[in-house]
């Protein structure tokens, strides 16, 4: 059986034979490299797992590799960068190109272990996305802001855009905080630089310091290899700090040195690093009520809040659930193979009337669960469920049935499940049993959860090619 295609771009023959060895005995299949434009070649026939690429590879920058494959494509997978000496200006700019993490040469077996285990299980958010490929969908959904409240506040982002300041977006959860900052630095002069999303409430504290401005190898236990925080991978983008009121204190004092400043030192650091970054904040808190209790600084908060915009919520707003309940149904229709499934007026009417605490995102998630169950008439996780009955004279009546939080988790772990084996059995065409290894399941447990969810080969259509 073949390994899985891994790409080294390395010069230093003893290396490359010693690193692709090793590759080997893990059982991958490595492309060992000697130069960029060979790197390019190969990438340009192969689909990469990851890639193991030299700083410098006879005395031509790899950082032009990076840069060619943002503009001309390629499959490289999570790219590990080697390097000899450290140089932070070098590092920072490789991480801005896509870098996903950094090894100091010489390296151990286990710390060349360690380092692809961390690259391939992290989610690929640094990497820059195009911006013309970002526009039409982004584009869309602003177009839904159809009442007056949203299109004034699409007038105050075109304004804030232009001017390289602090922005700080504020509203409840689910409100649309996160397209806000996207359409920010869409319309920005920095559009073609990296966007850089924080979620400061889902990373431990103990490890939100390091997520943020990186670590230098040993500067804690685990602390194997140097690691490139967000804001070096930002560096000449923007950062979009979401759930900025549930930074730490000792944090806070950190931001607003990088506020003032531009300036930072990596966990267990010496040196400072310098970097020029837009810093673009949402809270669905009141940060005032958090400065006046003592819970948030002053400081920072005046700092953060050059322009804010407050993003009302959907109950405020409820002309435009329509709207965006049938781009949801289109979205997810797509994305499950129910082409063709609406929703009825009724149905339409009752989603009109809810008030939404969950606002936008619980609206999404009404649409993905009536999708997923192919069932227009289920409105919400949060609603009732409503079902059609005759009444015995032919007439129609709503039927108001409780639906427990059981229930939804389990439909809702269902359409995930759905939604992995769908994607990983397109990319294996259909080979069941190498689809099993990829999700980590036996090959009896893909066949009944197949059955289970109802995928069947000929209506497989994700967008990926088969």
Same mark, same amino acid.
């Given at each position: 059986?073949?390994?899985?295609?891994?790409?080294?771009?390395?010069?230093?023959?003893?290396?490359?034979?010693?690193?692709?060895?090793?590759?080997?005995?893990?059982?991958?299949?490595?492309?060992?490299?000697?130069?960029?434009?060979?790197?390019?070649?190969?990438?340009?026939?192969?689909? =990469?797992?990851?890639?193991?690429?030299?700083?410098?590879?006879?005395?031509?920058?790899?950082?032009?590799? @990076?840069?060619?494959?943002?503009?001309?494509?390629?499959?490289?997978?999570?790219?590990?960068?080697?390097?000899?000496?450290?140089?932070?200006?070098?590092?920072?700019?490789?991480?801005?190109?896509?870098?996903?993490?950094?090894?100091?040469?010489?390296?151990?077996?286990?710390?060349?272990?360690?380092?692809?285990?961390?690259?391939?299980?992290?989610?690929?958010?640094?990497?820059?996305?195009?911006?013309?490929?970002?526009?039409?969908?982004?584009?869309?959904?602003?177009?839904?802001?159809?009442?007056?409240?949203?299109?004034?506040?699409?007038?105050?982002?075109?304004?804030?855009?232009?001017?390289?300041?602090?922005?700080?977006?504020?509203?409840?959860?689910?409100?649309?905080?996160?397209?806000?900052?996207?359409?920010?630095?869409?319309?920005?002069?920095?559009?073609?630089?990296?966007?850089?999303?924080?979620?400061?409430?889902?990373?431990?504290?103990?490890?939100?310091?390091?997520?943020?401005?990186?670590?230098?190898?040993?500067?804690?236990?685990?602390?194997?290899?140097?690691?490139?925080?967000?804001?070096?991978?930002?560096?000449?983008?923007?950062?979009?700090?979401?759930?900025?009121?549930?930074?730490?204190?000792?944090?806070?004092?950190?931001?607003?040195?990088?506020?003032?400043?531009?300036?930072?030192?990596?966990?267990?650091?010496?040196?400072?690093?310098?970097?020029?970054?837009?810093?673009?904040?949402?809270?669905?808190?009141?940060?005032?009520?958090?400065?006046?209790?003592?819970?948030?600084?002053?400081?920072?908060?005046?700092?953060?809040?050059?322009?804010?915009?407050?993003?009302?919520?959907?109950?405020?707003?409820?002309?435009?659930?329509? =709207?965006?309940?049938?781009?949801?149904?289109?979205?997810?229709?797509?994305? =499950?193979?129910?082409?063709?499934?609406?929703?009825?007026?009724?149905?339409?009417?009752?989603?009109?009337?809810?008030?939404?605490?969950?606002?936008?995102?619980?609206?999404?998630?009404?649409?993905?669960?009536?999708?997923?169950?192919?069932?227009?008439?289920?409105?919400?996780?949060?609603?009732?469920?409503?079902?059609?009955?005759?009444? %015995?004279?032919?007439?129609?009546?709503?039927?108001?049935?409780?639906?427990? @939080?059981?229930?939804?988790?389990?439909?809702?772990?269902?359409?995930?499940?759905?939604?992995?084996?769908?994607?990983?059995?397109?990319?294996?065409?259909?080979?069941?049993?190498?689809?099993?290894? @990829?999700?980590?399941?036996?090959?009896?447990?893909?066949?009944?959860?197949?059955?289970?969810? %109802?995928?069947?080969?000929?209506?497989?259509?994700?967008?990926?090619?088969?």
């Amino acid at each position: 059986m073949r390994g899985r295609p891994v790409l080294i771009v390395e010069a230093e023959p003893v290396l490359q034979r010693h690193v692709k060895a090793l590759l080997e005995e893990w059982g991958y299949e490595p492309v060992a490299v000697g130069s960029v434009e060979e790197a390019l070649a190969a990438l340009a026939t192969t689909k =990469f797992e990851f890639s193991l690429v030299d700083m410098e590879v006879n005395g031509t920058d790899t950082l032009d590799l @990076l840069q060619r494959l943002k503009h001309q494509g390629g499959t490289p997978g999570p790219i590990i960068m080697l390097f000899s000496s450290p140089d932070s200006k070098r590092i920072a700019d490789a991480a801005a190109l896509g870098a996903d993490d950094f090894l100091h040469k010489p390296f151990k077996p286990e710390e060349l272990e360690n380092a692809i285990k961390a690259a391939c299980s992290a989610p690929r958010g640094v990497w820059p996305t195009p911006a013309d490929d970002l526009a039409p969908r982004l584009e869309h959904e602003v177009s839904l802001w159809r009442s007056p409240r949203m299109k004034e506040i699409w007038r105050v982002i075109e304004q804030a855009a232009k001017v390289d300041i602090t922005v700080l977006l504020c509203g409840e959860t689910g409100t649309g905080k996160d397209l806000a900052a996207r359409a920010v630095h869409h319309l920005s002069s920095r559009r073609r630089r990296p966007f850089v999303k924080v979620n400061c409430a889902a990373v431990p504290r103990e490890l939100l310091e390091s997520e943020l401005f990186g670590h230098e190898r040993g500067a804690f236990t685990g602390a194997h290899q140097l690691k490139i925080g967000k804001f070096e991978s930002a560096n000449h983008g923007a950062i979009f700090l979401d759930e900025i009121g549930d930074l730490h204190p000792a944090l806070q004092a950190k931001l607003l040195h990088v506020l003032q400043d531009g300036e930072f030192s990596r966990v267990g650091g010496k040196s400072t690093i310098k970097v020029d970054v837009r810093i673009i904040a949402a809270t669905n808190q009141q940060l005032e009520k958090a400065v006046a209790a003592g819970h948030f600084r002053e400081d920072l908060y005046y700092r953060l809040n050059v322009i804010q915009i407050v993003i009302p919520p959907l109950r405020e707003r409820p002309e435009e659930i329509p =709207f965006l309940a049938n781009y949801f149904t289109e979205r997810y229709a797509r994305l =499950f193979n129910r082409q063709g499934f609406t929703i009825p007026p009724k149905i339409m009417e009752r989603l009109a009337q809810h008030t939404y605490p969950g606002n936008v995102r619980e609206l999404e998630n009404v649409i993905k669960r009536m999708i997923v169950l192919n069932d227009p008439l289920v409105t919400a996780t949060a609603l009732p469920r409503i079902r059609s009955d005759d009444d %015995g004279n032919g007439a129609e009546r709503a039927v108001v049935q409780s639906i427990s @939080l059981k229930d939804i988790a389990r439909e809702a772990a269902m359409a995930a499940e759905r939604e992995a084996m769908a994607r990983v059995l397109a990319e294996t065409r259909w080979n069941r049993m190498k689809a099993a290894k @990829l999700l980590k399941i036996s090959y009896r447990a893909l066949l009944y959860k197949i059955k289970q969810v %109802g995928l069947e080969p000929e209506r497989l259509s994700i967008g990926t090619k088969v």
